[in-house]
């Protein structure tokens, strides 16, 4: 039979020396913060945002990084974390639709990426390209949900405005969500 025995109790100054000693030891610890890169999904419902359900409704939760998705059935229902715009001044908010769709899309950068950054170029499809293996086209112009090669930029404020999926999950979405699908960025 084991007795357990309660853990002394630290001071406030031995938990402080003690946290700087492991981040001193273990920089990456202090780099890796779990709340970095984590959504707070929220529950959603999509009457709240839509009079009805047509070809199906795409909500982009943008607080908490989510993509919510409900099929025309009504009980079809997906959720996937997603990356957003990094900064408010890339963020649309509103309502649009899918208007195009594309496997294997290539990229073109826009006029104000290649101002900010010249050694932008297009990209045809692969594995470089940023847009993934899928993407939907939004009614705005060069606003998509794209898929991303680049799994670090999932749950973070990574984008140019676009809404972008793990590679598998931008498919599944790809698969359901037909042209003329409501989409609702908030």
């Known amino acids: 039979m084991a007795f357990q025995t309660k853990p002394p109790a630290l001071s ?4 402080g020396l003690g ?6 030891a273990a920089p990456s610890l202090a780099l890796a913060s779990p709340r970095a890169n984590i959504s707070s999904f929220t529950t959603q419902d ?15 939760d943008l607080t908490s990084r989510a993509v919510h998705y409900w099929g025309p059935d009504g009980d079809t229902y997906r959720l996937y974390p997603s990356s957003i715009p990094m900064r408010e001044d890339l963020t649309r908010r509103g309502k649009t639709e899918i208007v195009r769709k594309r496997v294997g899309p290539d990229w073109t950068p826009t006029q104000s990426m290649i101002a900010e950054n010249p050694e932008l170029h297009y990209m045809p499809p692969g594995p470089d390209n940023p847009l ?5 086209y939004l009614s705005w ?5 794209h898929g991303t090669h680049d799994t670090r930029k999932i749950g973070r404020q990574s984008s140019s405005g676009c809404v972008g999926l793990y590679n598998e999950h931008v498919a599944e979405l790809f698969a359901m969500a037909e042209v003329g699908t409501q989409v609702k960025l908030f």
């Open 12 to 15: 406030r100054r031995a938990f």
């Open 46 to 60: 999509w009457r709240e945002h839509f009079d009805r359900l047509g070809k199906g409704v795409i909500l982009a």
């Open 132 to 136: 993934g293996t899928h993407a939907m």
């Open 19 to 24: 946290t700087v000693a492991t981040l001193l």
């Open 141 to 145: 112009p060069a606003y998509l949900i």
